[in-house]
């Protein structure tokens, strides 16, 4: 091993020990009781993040006892037309604080929210925004690309993508890269970031990554229901919005039904 070659690692395994450091000290709280404290710690210091197009505020929280940062996010912008960068063009596009809180609420109804970290809408800096519990996280998935490093249970960690992209087929998100991926403890995959989701097209954006469903997952999308959805992600979903999101959910549960149909249940579900 060269030195440069020493250096790399001692200075991951740095970031490892210092990573562990904060997770032990991440407080026992209920979801609850995190929602409470985002909604009324006193903010006691700000400062930019260079993560995401966005750039999203970090803030650290103090309510006299508990002390802990949280990402706050105000943009909330409509075009008409937008272009990305691969040259897709998006009618009625929208970027907004909004679907993050959606999505989080969407991802309760699902029993995904434990992949999500906690997000309520409160005011700061003169703007309202989404405000979300800061993640005790290693790395992201461009970190984790660039070092190339390989999650230890390559099963369990497929699992946790397959989760990732159903919900993102879900709420057609425009953005899901790699930035956006997060890494815990034991290599938990964390989605942050869905203000360009929740698109008006009723269609499925890309079913390549569309490979297995979690079994409870697509039980909990047959189940999901119009009505339900606009109670609990009002305001910040609008009715077309929700009934785009219900076709696609439409077409989800179809396309895996036709995969356990020409394929077999122990091939598609786990």
Known sequence: MTRFH??????FIC??????????????????????????????NSRQTNKGVTEPSRLTLSNGTLTHDASFQAIDEFRSTFQA???TVDNHFRDSYHFDIAAYELAKLLGLNDMMPVYVERSWGGHKGSLSWWLPVK???????????TPPDANAWGMQMN??????QLVRDTDRNATNMLIGENWKLWMIDFTRAFRLQHALDDNVRLT?????????????????????TKPHLNKSQV????????????FFDKQIAEKGEKAVLY
């Open 243 to 254: 009934k785009a999101l219900m076709a696609r959910r439409d077409l989800l549960v179809a």
């Open 163 to 168: 989760r990732m992209w159903v919900f993102s």
């Open 15 to 44: 970031l490892l020990t210092a990573g562990a450091a904060v997770i032990a000290q991440e407080p026992n709280l209920t979801e609850d009781q995190i929602r409470q404290f985002l909604l009324t710690a006193k903010v006691v």
């Open 139 to 149: 790395m992201d998935e461009q970190d984790r690309r660039n070092r190339k490093l």
């Open 212 to 232: 297995m469903c979690d079994r409870h997952l697509l039980e909990n999308l047959r189940q999901l229901d119009e009505a339900t959805v606009m109670e609990k």
């Open 6 to 11: 020493r250096v790399v690692v001692a200075a």
């Open 85 to 87: 960068p691969d040259g």
